[in-house]
């Protein structure tokens, strides 16, 4: 059985940075499609990042620039380097991974960006 474990959320200022990760049991994270999406509140989930199992990665247009996802090989973990973040950017942040999509889902982290 798949478990996607998220970690690292929490209060930072405007401007400030935090570091999500996620553990995967079940499942090879450097062999799957892994990604982080969000939902913030009042508004639709939404693709944050994702890496593929060859390495190739997307970003959404709003982080391009301030966000980079990475994963850990031998820890078998998932990051989101999240920089420069902005009071738009508050969300619960989710870990997702299978072979073609987000078939698995964490929990959710909470990020709150505000002064």
């Known amino acids: 059985q798949v478990q996607l474990t998220e970690s690292g959320g929490g209060l930072v200022q405007p401007g400030g940075s935090l570091r999500l990760s996620c553990a995967a049991l079940?499942?090879?994270?450097?062999?799957?499609?892994m990604a982080w999406y969000r939902q913030g509140p009042g508004k639709q989930r939404e693709l944050v990042a994702g890496?593929?199992?060859?390495?190739?990665?997307v970003y959404s247009d709003s982080v391009k620039g301030r966000f980079s996802i990475s994963r850990d090989d031998t820890k078998n973990l998932l990051y989101l380097q999240m920089n420069s973040l902005r009071p738009e950017d508050t969300a619960v942040y989710f870990c997702?991974?299978?072979?073609?999509?987000?078939?698995?889902w964490g929990q959710g982290t909470q990020v709150t960006v505000s002064s």
């Open positions: 997702t991974g299978g072979e073609l999509g987000p078939d698995h």
């Open positions: 079940g499942m090879i994270v450097s062999r799957n499609m």
């Open positions: 890496i593929r199992d060859d390495g190739f990665i």
